[in-house]
């Protein structure tokens, strides 16, 4: 499964954006999807992310602003961005834990990441 991002720019303070992130290829292996962020200088961080059954978890950096959402059926995450704040900026990715099963039968989880997609926040 590929993951193409998209969605990032500019916002101001305050503002809001939405990112997406669509998958290609065999979307029922995806299972829980995440958005990651990384900021100059900083390492990369979990901003969200939900499982196939729709539960969620956010960092507490983000609670009640952003939002992650799924549409299985588009193997889509989205990541809606409200009361954005100069610290958000960053570049975000996307990523899928992808299930597929050896042929012998063993389970084995992959991750598969989406490009970036610039944040920036104007003040």
């Known amino acids: 499964v590929q993951l193409q991002a998209s969605g990032g720019g500019l916002v101001q303070r305050g503002g809001s954006l939405r990112l997406s992130c669509a998958g290609s290829g065999n979307g029922n292996s995806i299972r829980a999807m995440s958005w990651y962020r990384q900021a100059p200088g900083k390492q990369r961080e979990l901003v969200a992310e939900?499982?196939?059954?729709?539960?969620?978890n956010y960092a507490d950096s983000v609670k009640g602003r952003f939002t992650i959402s799924r549409d299985n059926s588009k193997s889509t995450v989205y990541l809606q961005m409200n009361s954005v704040k100069p610290e958000d900026a960053a570049v975000y990715y996307c990523s899928a834990d992808l299930l597929y099963y050896t042929s012998s039968g063993e389970p084995v989880v992959e991750r598969s990441w989406g490009q970036g997609t610039q944040v920036t926040v104007s003040s």
């Open positions: 939900i499982s196939s059954s729709g539960l969620t």
